[in-house]
Antibody, heavy 123, light 110 residues
């Protein structure tokens, strides 16, 4: 059974940086694209970023493009999200999720999701 | 402001059938599959419906999905108290090369 466990969340000041990690188990990590989705307090879901199984292709939502960097270490079965120039509006629970294909492309879905890690951007 | 439009709330009594709508445009729902995710209170989202109307193993057949044009809907029949949750529709957006979500619908079982 695929399992995902996020870590690295916390309180950071505006303009600061934070790196999230997502440890994967129960499936062949390198065979699947991975993604980050966030949820601001009391709000809906927002796709943040996706990365192909090989790590060679990355994709970002407009609200984080140029500030966030997604990466993966297939030898460690771990997904990362480097978040720079953080803003108050980046405050959210960040979920990592397994994509149902090795390529980040249509016709696929998120399953499963991790339990999430909370990032709070505040002075 | 979400790309896909869902009603913020829905409700029903045990045993009833409820539907939740999701509307988009030709660049998202109109040309791609629709997915539904269930988020129980305090929990992470969970896949409920994939590729418009397919149920993952373990999801009861009380849940069904459909799509027509640039709109989709989720139907829940035989409503149960444990169905009380937030429901999100999602689809691929060709102009974004990414996934877009609806704003979510909070289902209350009266």
């Amino acid at each position: 059974e695929a399992q995902l466990l996020e870590s690295g969340g916390g309180l950071v000041q505006p303009g600061g940086s934070l790196r999230l990690s997502c440890a994967a188990s129960g499936f062949t990590f390198s065979s699947y694209a991975m993604t980050w989705v966030r949820q601001a307090p009391g709000k809906g879901l927002e796709w943040v970023s996706g990365i192909s199984g090989s790590g060679g292709s990355t994709y970002y939502g407009d609200s984080v493009k140029g500030r966030f960097t997604i990466s993966r270490d297939n030898s460690k079965n771990t997904l990362y999200l480097q978040m720079n120039s953080l803003r108050a509006e980046d405050t959210a629970i960040y979920y990592c999720a397994k994509w149902s294909s090795g390529n980040w492309y249509k016709y696929n879905w998120f399953d499963p999701w991790g339990q999430g890690t909370l990032v709070t951007v505040s002075s | 402001q979400s790309v896909l439009t869902q009603p913020p709330s829905a409700s029903g009594t045990p045993g009833q059938r409820v539907t939740i709508s999701c509307s988009g445009s030709s660049s998202n729902i109109g040309s791609n599959y629709v997915y539904w995710y269930q988020q129980l209170p305090g929990m992470a989202p969970k896949l409920l419906i994939y590729r418009n109307n397919q149920r993952p193993s373990g999801v009861p057949d009380r849940f069904s999905g459909s799509k027509s044009g640039a709109s989709a809907s989720l139907a829940i029949s035989g409503l149960r108290s444990e169905d009380e949750a937030d429901y999100y529709c999602a689809t691929w957006d060709d102009s974004l090369s990414g996934v877009v979500f609806g704003g979510g619908t909070k289902l209350t079982v009266l």
